[in-house]
């Protein structure tokens, strides 16, 4: 649940990119769309990387407040926090790909995505149980949002990948990854070092947005 939180920042996005991605691909103006692809996947990381990566670093800490037996899913909050990390720098892809009007190859993909997860299902959770189920859905988001990344670098001509993208992830993963990694190495896991951590990584984070709000 705590990383379905993230993907409500991917649906307001798309929701307001969707109607002028439209617009620019119709009008054949793909150098512009190329440019609203690539800011929307800036201010898509800015808005999901710092919980994904605060839910993988401080996973095994947030579970214990529902019970101690939750924490036995320290790894699955690993595994899907990294896949997302994943399907968020390709930004909006399914909807760059539908409004450049493939709605047939977003239909294959996703239901690649089906046969992935649904197959690896089968072969893993006997043996594997949730850790299992972890694997499967990420394969699946993996595989299907490279692919849909390959197609529209080759069909539509247009990358997600610019300044801006850079930006934000240098920046989310310095003040969300290495400064609370390198405190809790210098320092401790405790309650206070952490919350001193996430309040010191806001506080680069917020500086950062600052200074580089032209390139974002």
């Not at 990566?53 to 996973?59: D, H, P, Q, S």
């Not at 407040?65 to 899907?80: E, K, P, Q, T």
């Not at 394969?139 to 390959?150: E, G, I």
């Not at 003040?175 to 309040?199: C, D, E, K, T, Y």
Request: positive net charge; proline residues 3%.
């Amino acid at each position: 649940r705590f990383l379905v939180v993230g993907q409500l920042g991917n649906m307001a996005i798309g929701m307001a990119a969707q109607p002028q991605l439209a617009h620019l691909f119709a009008a054949r103006d793909r150098r512009s769309g190329n440019t609203v692809y690539q800011a929307t996947t800036a201010w898509l990381i800015i808005l999901t990387w710092p919980m994904y990566l605060l839910a993988i670093i401080y996973g095994p800490v947030v579970l214990t407040v529902f019970g101690h037996s939750y924490r036995a899913g320290a790894g699955v909050m690993v595994i899907l926090g990294l896949t997302m990390l994943l399907t968020t720098a390709c930004g909006q892809v399914d909807v760059v790909l539908t409004t450049a009007g493939r709605s047939s190859w977003s239909l294959a993909n996703w239901l690649l995505a089906v046969g992935i997860n649904v197959s690896l299902d089968f072969a893993l959770i006997p043996k594997h149980g949730i850790f299992g189920a972890a694997i499967a859905w990420a394969v699946a988001l993996a595989v299907t949002n490279l692919v849909m990344l390959a197609e529209v670098g080759a069909i539509v001509r247009v990358s997600p990948f610019g300044r801006g993208c850079l930006a934000a992830c240098l920046l989310s993963a310095v003040s969300f990854g290495a400064i609370p990694l390198a405190m809790r190495w210098l320092i401790g896991s405790g309650l206070v070092v952490s919350v001193s951590a996430v309040l010191a990584g806001c506080a680069v984070f917020a500086i950062g947005l600052w200074r580089l709000r032209w390139t974002l």
